[in-house]
Structure formats: structure tokens, C-alpha cells
């Protein structure tokens, strides 16, 4: 990460020494269509993402680096592949160890995201782009469900109550990630961007208890942008 910050800052040096800068700031707002790797067949739209921008533009108009704070809503719609492990238990005569219980879960998540993006303005193209860059996030707050008013889900396996509790306990606040996209700037102000984000960190910690815990954020967004 220390390098990709280093690297950007280094075009923005050398873009400053060879053309005139320009810099403009926005607002944005759009869709993202959020999984998890573990489960990527259970991707789920939502109106999520709200923020501002702002753009130093150089070689001549040619490239451009925008860093972002943003809202972010991610998660899963249903991640039916949640397991937890479980010790054999003294009834259990077969030679399994272990025996994972399966949880048909929602996870919604809530993160302030800060992308810095690199774009490259296709030359005669008026203002396409393609563009990339990392993303750092926190995640403050959360939603799991379906769980009852006692705040215990129920195994999709077994039928029996489980808690929750350790679900959230277990997942990682910080994340990172690569964007990678397209997109489009008009003279007039008007923008829009299409993306992938693909997360680096896990959304469950290491040594958790999930077969799972290799899950990493998969997030497709579609934003509008203005900038003055």
C-alpha cells in the first residue's frame, strides 16, 4: 500500500512539472451490486454509495488522480455457505472430527471507503477513461439476519438456535482493495464511473472458526458524479 501511495504521488509530482494542473471537487452518488467470494451467486443490488470527490487533472488532460470519501453499503444477500465447525461430540461414533453446521445468513455491511483512482483519458475519445487504484475502508456498523428477537439464527442443517454473536466479533473492521473500471468525464461537469472492487482483506479474521473465513468483498458499483 505504501508503494501504490508513493507511486501516486510520484505522477502527481511529475504531472505538476510538465503541464498545468487542474483541480476540480464533486459530489457522487450511485448502485452497488455487493457478495462475497465465498458465495458469489447470491450478489445483491443496493442503492449504497454517497460521497465527494475531487480530481487534479494533468499531462495536458491526458491522466488524472481522484481521491474519494465515501459511503459504502456491501455484504452478502445470503450466505448459505457460513459454516462453523463444532468438536465431535461424545454421542458421535463415525471417524469425523469435526462436523461443519450450515447458516443460511444476510450480512449487510456499512463502511466510510476511501479510493484514490488513476485515470488514463483515452486520446479523441471525449473524456472516456479507464481507471484503477486502491481502497482503503472501515466498517462501523452491521446487520445480521434473519435472527430472532433474542438475537439467535437458526442452523439451515440442523433447525436448532444458534448465536450470532460471534459472527460480528469475528470479522474484520478495516479493509482493503483494488478498483479497477471505466468511466466517463464531460466538460460540462457530469460524470459517471463504472467499477469492480476486489477485496484484498479477508472478511472474517484468521484462526476464526468459519469454513469460510477466506471470504473477500466482490463489489460491482455504477456512480454518478458532478464536479464544479
Same mark, same amino acid.
Given at each position: 500500500? *505504501? ?32 457478495? /462475497?467470494?465465498?458465495? @458469489?451467486?447470491?450478489?445483491?443490488? +443496493?442503492?449504497?454509495? =454517497? &460521497? ?18 465515501? /459511503? ?24 469425523? *472430527? =469435526? ?11 456499512? /463502511?466510510?471507503?476511501? @479510493?484514490?483512482? $488513476? ?13 484503477? &487504484? @486502491? ?6 456498523? %452491521? ?6 428477537? %433474542?438475537? =439467535? ?7 436448532? @438456535? ?11 473492521? =478495516?479493509? $482493503?482493495?483494488?478498483? $479497477? !473500471? ?6 460540462? !461537469?457530469?460524470? $459517471? ?5 476486489? &477485496?484484498?482483506? *479477508?472478511?472474517?479474521?484468521? &484462526?476464526?472458526? /468459519? ?6 468483498? +466482490? ?10
Amino acid at each position: 500500500m *505504501k508503494q501504490l501511495l508513493i507511486a501516486l504521488m510520484l505522477i502527481c509530482c511529475t504531472g505538476a512539472a510538465y503541464s498545468q494542473v487542474k483541480f476540480n471537487y464533486g459530489i457522487k452518488g450511485g448502485f452497488n451490486i455487493s457478495t /462475497y467470494s465465498y458465495d @458469489p451467486d447470491d450478489a445483491q443490488l +443496493r442503492l449504497g454509495q =454517497w &460521497g465527494a470527490l475531487c480530481r487534479l487533472t494533468f499531462l495536458n488532460g491526458s491522466m488524472a488522480v481522484q481521491p474519494e470519501i465515501i /459511503y459504502s453499503r456491501q455484504g452478502s444477500r445470503s450466505l448459505d455457505l457460513l459454516r462453523i465447525k463444532h468438536s465431535k461430540p461424545e454421542w458421535e461414533t463415525t471417524t469425523n *472430527k =469435526w462436523f461443519d453446521e450450515v447458516f443460511k445468513v444476510k450480512i449487510t455491511t456499512q /463502511y466510510v471507503q476511501m @479510493p484514490i483512482m $488513476v485515470k488514463y483519458y483515452i486520446p479523441k475519445m471525449m473524456g472516456i477513461n479507464v481507471q484503477a &487504484g @486502491p481502497q482503503v475502508g472501515y466498517m462501523f456498523d %452491521y446487520e445480521i439476519s434473519p435472527i430472532n428477537e %433474542y438475537g =439467535w439464527m437458526a442452523s439451515a442443517e440442523m433447525g436448532a @438456535p444458534k448465536s450470532t454473536r460471534n459472527i460480528h466479533r469475528s470479522m474484520n473492521y =478495516w479493509n $482493503v482493495a483494488l478498483n $479497477v !473500471g471505466a468511466g466517463f468525464d464531460s466538460e460540462s !461537469g457530469i460524470g $459517471v464511473d463504472f467499477r469492480c472492487g476486489l &477485496g484484498l482483506t *479477508k472478511v472474517f479474521e484468521d &484462526g476464526t472458526q /468459519y469454513a469460510s473465513s477466506n471470504t473477500r468483498d +466482490r463489489v460491482w458499483s455504477l456512480a454518478f458524479s458532478y464536479t464544479f
